[in-house]
């Protein structure tokens, strides 16, 4: 079995970028940050895009990549927040997204697996939500209408919508043409708002226009995405063998995730608040489903981390009100396909100066309603996990900690966050998150270190797997 996605990178190097002047900066290679160059630069405007690792290899590495509208109760939640319009123009938004997928693998003759398929939302549970996210759809003149029980799930009622799409997220994008600069192996460090000079771990580069897409925002003295903000983690497996014959989802937020792949089926699940997992094993359930549902061989198995926002929409637009010429694209909520697409068409057209339908309601500056509640709950936990890690005093040593296990103990009279390998090996990290001084988790299934407040992940040598941290533990091995 292998510990990654399904998807395979097209296998193309590119350099590391030296100092410079630049035009247009886009920091974050994955499908937002991609599209962003990529819409600009087919406008011919000059474009770099820098990328701390290779290219797609985060998030978009390891999406279930669903190309589709059903999204469950978004549709709901958004009427009962802002009304009609909003949950209409939300809908039109990610329906444009799917038909302009379909449009670029027509016009660009892409080989990437590109398929149409019903997609199901359900629920074991008589859904009020998922029934008026149905009536709004089919008001709006979506394809969609309700059902019972579904092939693969025992459900009471379920959401269909046809003619939606899945594909290969990565012979999709490699297949793109490039007419813009590409650097990997650069990660920004520092972003000074006033002056737009990004410094990154080669030198520092001068621009006239920043895209921050780096999942994460990475820029903490402005937009306060770290109250706005939460990172979700979920867990993945394939299995060779049949194929699923459509896409389903349960509504609830740990529930189950199915789609087909051009070698079997793939299953998802399991999300919890990143740092904050209960108990492992999430990957021993899924691969238990896969088999009773599938037969087959599980053959491969990988973890996605997602950034969610409190109302379902993602953040598409000026960083922040005192940022002139810096722009964020972050919060797809799981749905990146279709939100990365129409993201990046905003910031291109805010870039041009062009106006655009749906940039006032991904505004990054909106007020979001309804979720005051949920912004005092999040800002408070990640106050009170900072403030733990500082004060919280243990006396475990790394006796105690099992091979291939990590655990944060004291070491040498000082607490550190601390991993034993298969040769009983200490691989030491320091116990706080670089970004804002969390006190770090371990995760027995991803086998990382996370941060219980915004999320950033580390592996056990303190190299950063995501942000918002922009910089690495300091580590230390002992034999």
């Given at each position: 079995?292998?510990?990654?996605?399904?998807?395979?990178?097209?296998?193309?190097?590119?350099p590391?970028?030296?100092?410079?002047?630049?035009?247009?900066?886009v920091?974050?290679?994955?499908?937002?940050?991609?599209?962003?160059?990529y819409?600009?630069?087919?406008?011919?405007?000059?474009?770099?895009?820098?990328?701390?690792?290779?290219?797609?290899?985060?998030?978009?590495?390891?999406?279930?990549?669903?190309?589709?509208?059903?999204?469950?109760d978004?549709?709901?939640?958004?009427?009962?927040?802002?009304?009609?319009?909003?949950?209409?123009?939300?809908?039109?938004?990610?329906?444009?997204?799917?038909?302009?997928?379909?449009?670029?693998?027509?016009?660009y003759?892409i080989?990437?697996d590109?398929?149409?398929?019903?997609g199901?939302?359900?629920?074991?549970?008589?859904?009020?939500?998922?029934?008026?996210?149905?009536?709004?759809?089919?008001?709006?003149?979506?394809?969609?209408?309700?059902?019972?029980?579904?092939?693969?799930?025992?459900?009471?009622i379920?959401?269909?919508a046809?003619?939606?799409?899945?594909?290969?997220?990565?012979?999709?994008?490699?297949?793109?043409?490039?007419?813009?600069?590409?650097?990997?192996?650069?990660?920004?460090?520092?972003?000074?708002?006033?002056?737009?000079?990004?410094?990154?771990?080669g030198?520092?580069?001068?621009?006239?226009?920043?895209?921050?897409?780096?999942h994460?925002?990475?820029i903490?003295?402005?937009?306060?995405?770290?109250?706005?903000?939460?990172?979700?983690?979920?867990?993945?497996?394939?299995?060779?063998?049949?194929?699923?014959?459509?896409?389903?989802?349960?509504?609830?937020?740990?529930?189950?995730?199915?789609?087909?792949?051009?070698?079997?089926?793939?299953?998802?699940?399991?999300?919890?608040r990143?740092g904050?997992?209960?108990?492992?094993?999430?990957?021993?359930?899924?691969?238990?489903?896969?088999?009773?549902?599938?037969?087959?061989?599980?053959?491969?198995?990988?973890?996605?981390?997602?950034?969610?926002?409190?109302?379902?929409?993602?953040m598409?637009?000026?960083?922040?009100?005192t940022?002139?010429?810096?722009?964020?694209?972050?919060?797809?909520?799981?749905?990146?396909?279709?939100?990365?697409?129409?993201?990046?068409?905003?910031?291109?057209?805010?870039?041009?100066g062009k106006?655009?339908?749906?940039?006032?309601?991904?505004s990054?500056?909106?007020?979001?309603?309804?979720?005051?509640?949920?912004?005092?709950?999040?800002?408070?936990?990640?106050?009170?996990?900072?403030?733990?890690?500082?004060?919280?005093?243990?006396?475990?040593?790394?006796?105690?900690?099992?091979?291939?296990?990590?655990?944060?103990?004291?070491?040498?009279?000082?607490?550190?966050?601390?991993?034993?390998?298969?040769?009983?090996?200490l691989?030491?990290?320091?116990?706080?998150?670089?970004?804002?001084?969390?006190?770090?988790?371990?995760?027995?299934?991803?086998?990382?270190?996370?941060?219980?407040c915004?999320?950033?992940?580390?592996?056990?040598?303190?190299?950063?797997?995501s942000?918002?941290?922009?910089?690495?533990?300091?580590?230390?091995?002992?034999?």
């Amino acid at each position: 079995m292998e510990n990654k996605s399904v998807w395979k990178d097209s296998g193309l190097n590119y350099p590391a970028i030296e100092a410079g002047d630049r035009d247009i900066v886009v920091i974050g290679g994955g499908i937002a940050g991609f599209l962003c160059a990529y819409y600009l630069s087919e406008a011919g405007r000059k474009v770099t895009l820098i990328e701390a690792d290779r290219l797609f290899s985060g998030t978009t590495k390891n999406t279930t990549a669903k190309i589709t509208y059903n999204q469950g109760d978004v549709y709901a939640d958004l009427y009962t927040r802002y009304g009609r319009l909003a949950a209409e123009l939300y809908y039109k938004s990610q329906a444009e997204a799917m038909e302009e997928y379909k449009s670029l693998v027509e016009k660009y003759g892409i080989d990437c697996d590109f398929e149409e398929m019903d997609g199901y939302i359900f629920s074991k549970q008589d859904s009020r939500a998922l029934k008026k996210s149905c009536e709004l759809l089919q008001s709006f003149g979506a394809d969609c209408e309700l059902c019972g029980n579904t092939d693969y799930v025992d459900s009471k009622i379920a959401l269909k919508a046809a003619g939606q799409y899945v594909f290969d997220p990565l012979k999709f994008l490699s297949a793109l043409p490039v007419n813009f600069e590409i650097f990997e192996n650069t990660r920004a460090i520092d972003v000074d708002p006033k002056t737009k000079l990004i410094q990154t771990d080669g030198g520092f580069i001068k621009a006239n226009k920043i895209i921050i897409a780096t999942h994460f925002p990475i820029i903490n003295s402005r937009g306060a995405y770290y109250f706005k903000l939460r990172q979700s983690t979920s867990y993945t497996v394939a299995v060779n063998g049949k194929k699923a014959d459509a896409m389903y989802l349960d509504e609830k937020d740990d529930g189950l995730s199915i789609r087909p792949f051009y070698g079997g089926s793939i299953l998802g699940g399991g999300d919890h608040r990143t740092g904050r997992a209960k108990e492992c094993g999430h990957f021993t359930n899924l691969e238990r489903t896969a088999k009773e549902l599938f037969g087959g061989e599980v053959t491969h198995r990988w973890h996605a981390e997602d950034v969610m926002t409190f109302d379902g929409m993602p953040m598409a637009g000026r960083y922040s009100k005192t940022t002139e010429g810096i722009y964020v694209v972050t919060g797809f909520n799981k749905w990146g396909m279709t939100n990365a697409l129409v993201c990046a068409k905003i910031i291109r057209d805010k870039i041009l100066g062009k106006e655009n339908e749906y940039a006032r309601l991904f505004s990054p500056q909106r007020k979001i309603k309804g979720a005051a509640g949920d912004i005092i709950s999040n800002a408070f936990t990640n106050i009170k996990e900072i403030a733990l890690g500082y004060f919280r005093i243990t006396f475990k040593s790394a006796r105690k900690i099992k091979k291939g296990s990590g655990k944060v103990v004291r070491i040498n009279g000082k607490k550190r966050a601390v991993y034993r390998d298969d040769k009983d090996n200490l691989h030491v990290i320091g116990s706080m998150c670089p970004h804002m001084h969390g006190e770090l988790k371990w995760n027995a299934d991803t086998q990382c270190w996370e941060c219980p407040c915004h999320g950033s992940r580390f592996d056990i040598y303190g190299n950063i797997l995501s942000e918002p941290a922009t910089k690495c533990c300091k580590y230390r091995k002992y034999e």
